[in-house]
């Protein structure tokens, strides 16, 4: 049975297999941060921004050959999966970076947590009709746990925080927004793997001159083992696997519902944090995940 062309009209139960994607695309995202945190330590926050995409080039096209996905280059489909690209293999981790550099990691992490807002915001213009008043209620409980969590885990200080790198954080989370949007629409045409694998490749190509020009022999003797573990999960776990589960996630279980997973985000780095960098579980911090869930969950009730 084919799909509907309109993924906000898809409905599927709490316990399904776009609930499964979800997650798994929650977890791998939510380790990006502490797996990035021992990546620049060998590897400048830039350039591993950029080989989170180029690295995952040869999986990319390894992974096309073998499935034979067809390239979705025919009509407005071409220019919709440039976008997808461009916006979320590319807009998304470039703009993030460059934000966080110039603001504080509270300031950065509360605009994250706000990408299902933006989700949210475009799914209702594209589709002119807001979403319901669950959802807004769902939503609203959510970002307030996730505020919690942030101020509580990393703190809201304005030290260090500037106007330009909020801006830059918030244009990333938007970047993104816009990528679930366009690649829920494509996927019922060409699946979560071709739509994902073939943006890998385009985006790859485009930023490949960037990372010849910035990492230069002496750059890559310099890459530690603990720098290629980060490199090899950005580029296989972050930006293929957790793509491919999360698009399909948004394309089979509604782009409103399913969205709001990004929610946890927050609550897997901190749980990440505490067992692997022994930062401190606080009540606060699992008072705060317990509002998040709640949120989530009422956004998932049918």
């Not at 008043?133 to 769902?138: A, D, N, V």
Request: proline share 5%; net charge positive.
């Amino acid at each position: 049975m084919a799909q509907s062309s309109n993924p906000s009209h898809v409905v599927v139960g709490f316990f399904s297999l776009a609930t499964a994607g979800a997650l798994v695309t929650v977890f791998t995202w939510g380790g990006t941060p502490i797996i990035t945190k021992f990546g620049v330590e060998s590897v400048d926050v830039l350039s591993l921004a950029l080989l989170r995409t180029v690295a995952a080039l040869p999986l990319a096209v390894l992974i096309l050959a073998a499935l034979r996905c067809p390239l979705p280059w025919r009509g407005k489909d071409k220019w919709l999966v440039l976008a997808f690209g461009v916006s979320g293999v590319i807009g998304f981790p470039v703009l993030f970076t460059l934000g966080v550099g110039l603001t504080s990691a509270g300031h950065a992490a509360v605009v994250t947590a706000a990408t299902p807002v933006f989700v949210g915001f475009l799914e209702a213009l594209v589709n002119r009709k807001l979403p319901p008043p669950r959802w807004w209620i769902g939503v609203s409980v959510a970002f307030v746990g996730a505020v919690i969590l942030i101020t509580e885990s990393v703190g809201l200080d304005s030290a260090g925080a500037t106007w330009q790198g909020d801006l830059l954080a918030a244009a990333g989370g938007f970047s993104a927004a816009t990528s679930f949007v366009i690649g829920a629409r494509l996927t019922p045409r060409y699946g979560a793997i071709g739509v994902t694998m073939w943006s890998v490749v385009i985006a790859s190509l485009i930023q490949l001159p960037f990372v010849l020009r910035r990492m230069d022999a002496a750059a890559w003797a310099a890459v530690e083992p603990l720098g290629w573990t980060a490199i090899i999960y950005l580029s296989a776990g972050s930006t293929i696997v957790a793509y491919i589960t999360w698009i399909y996630a948004l394309s089979r279980g509604g782009i409103g519902r399913m969205s709001v997973w990004q929610f946890a985000l927050p609550v897997v780095g901190v749980a990440g944090a505490a067992i692997f960098l022994d930062e401190a579980l606080t009540p606060l911090l699992v008072t705060a995940t317990v509002i998040i869930l709640f949120g989530v969950g009422l956004v998932q009730r049918r």
